[in-house]
C-alpha cells in the first residue's frame, strides 16, 4: 500500500505541475485577435508615444502574469506555432489535458490488464509523450506534403505571371487550384497583402510557419526580383527544377539507405519484445532487475544504450540532401 502512497503522490505532483502550466498559456484570444487585426489593417501607424505606452504596458502585463514555467516552455516548446504548422486547432491547456489524461491511461491501465503495479510509473511516463509524438508526426506529414506541392505551385505561379498576371494573382491561383496544406498556406498570404501588409512581410510570415528551405528560396528570390529587377517566372522555373532533381536524388538515398532503417528498426525493437516474451514466460527471471540494485543499475543502463544506439542510427541513416 505504500509503495500505490509513493506513486500517486509523484503522479500528483507532476499532474498539478502540467495544470497549472495550462493556466499560465491560456492567454486572452480576443486581444491576439485584436493585435493581429490591428497590424494588417494598418496600426502600425500610430505614433511613437502611444506605440511605447502599449509596449510598456504589454511587458508589465507579460512579468506580471507569467511564471518560470510558462517562460521555460515558449523558450524550448513552441506548442502554438507546432499546432499551426500540424494545422491543428488544439489550445496549450487542451493538449496539456491530452497529455494528463494519456498519463492517468498508462497509471491505471497495467492493473487493470493484470500487470504488476511496479510498472505503472514507466508506463505513464511513456504515455505522457504519446501526444507529443502524434503531433510531431501530424507536423512532419504536413511539411513533406507541402515540400512536394511547391514544385508545381512554383510553375503555376510562373505561368500565370507569363499570362500577364501579378504575383498576388498568381498565389491567389495556387489558393483556388491546388490543395491542402499549399492551398491554404498560400491563400492566407494572399489574404494578408489583400488587407495591407506587405508582399515581403506576408512572405516572410509563410515561412515562418512553414521552415521549408525550397519556400525560402522562393520568397528570396521574389524579394531580389522586386528590388532589382528580372524575369520572375524563369527564376521560378529554375527554383521548381532544382526542386524536382533534389527530390529525385532524397529518393535513391533513401533507396540505398533502406537497409540502415530496417537495421535500427530491428535492433530498437528487439530489447522491448524480448522483454516482453521472456516476462510472459518466466515473470521471476526478469523481477531481479527491479528488486536487486546491480539489476537496476543495468535497467538504466540498457535504457540509456538503447536511447544513444537510436540517436547513432538516426544521424548514420540521415544524409540531407
Not at 56 to 68: F, I
Not at 140 to 167: D, Y
Not at 245 to 250: A, G, N, S, V, Y
Request: proline residues 3%; glycine residues 10%; positive net charge.
Amino acid at each position: 500500500m505504500s509503495l500505490w502512497i509513493i506513486y500517486l503522490g509523484v503522479f500528483g505532483c507532476v499532474a498539478a505541475l502540467v495544470v497549472v502550466a495550462s493556466s499560465f498559456m491560456k492567454g486572452d484570444k480576443e486581444a491576439e485577435v485584436a493585435q493581429r487585426l490591428t497590424a494588417l489593417t494598418g496600426g502600425k501607424n500610430k505614433g511613437a508615444k502611444g506605440a511605447q505606452a502599449e509596449n510598456d504596458l504589454m511587458a508589465e502585463s507579460w512579468n506580471r502574469g507569467a511564471g518560470a514555467i510558462e517562460q521555460a516552455i515558449a523558450n524550448h516548446l513552441n506548442l502554438k506555432l507546432m499546432f499551426e504548422q500540424a494545422d491543428v486547432s488544439y489550445t496549450v491547456s487542451q493538449f496539456l489535458t491530452a497529455c494528463v489524461v494519456a498519463a492517468l491511461v498508462g497509471f491505471f491501465g497495467p492493473t487493470a490488464c493484470g500487470l504488476p503495479a511496479k510498472f505503472a510509473p514507466i508506463i505513464s511516463v511513456i504515455f505522457v509523450f504519446l501526444p507529443f509524438a502524434w503531433l510531431i508526426m501530424k507536423r512532419k506529414r504536413r511539411l513533406k506534403k507541402f515540400g512536394a506541392q511547391l514544385p508545381e505551385a512554383l510553375e503555376l505561379i510562373a505561368r500565370a505571371l507569363r499570362a500577364g498576371h501579378s504575383l498576388a494573382a498568381g498565389l491567389n491561383l495556387v489558393a483556388s487550384e491546388m490543395s491542402n496544406p499549399i492551398a491554404k498556406e498560400f491563400g492566407r498570404t494572399f489574404e494578408e497583402q489583400n488587407l495591407g501588409t506587405p508582399m515581403e512581410e506576408a512572405l516572410g510570415k509563410m515561412t515562418e510557419r512553414i521552415p521549408n528551405l525550397d519556400l525560402k528560396f522562393f520568397v528570396t528570390a521574389i524579394v531580389l526580383q522586386r528590388q532589382t529587377g528580372g524575369d520572375l517566372a524563369e527564376i521560378l522555373d529554375k527554383i521548381g527544377r532544382l526542386i524536382r532533381e533534389r527530390f529525385k536524388i532524397f529518393g535513391q538515398v533513401q533507396a540505398l539507405t533502406g537497409e540502415g532503417r530496417m537495421s535500427g528498426i530491428v535492433l530498437l525493437a528487439l530489447p522491448p519484445m524480448l522483454f516482453v516474451a521472456v516476462y510472459r514466460m518466466n515473470p521471476d527471471y526478469l523481477m531481479l532487475l527491479f528488486t536487486d540494485d546491480l539489476g537496476k543499475k543495468m535497467l538504466v543502463g540498457g535504457i540509456v544504450m538503447q536511447l544513444l544506439g537510436a540517436v547513432v542510427i538516426q544521424k548514420i541513416i540521415n544524409i540531407r540532401v
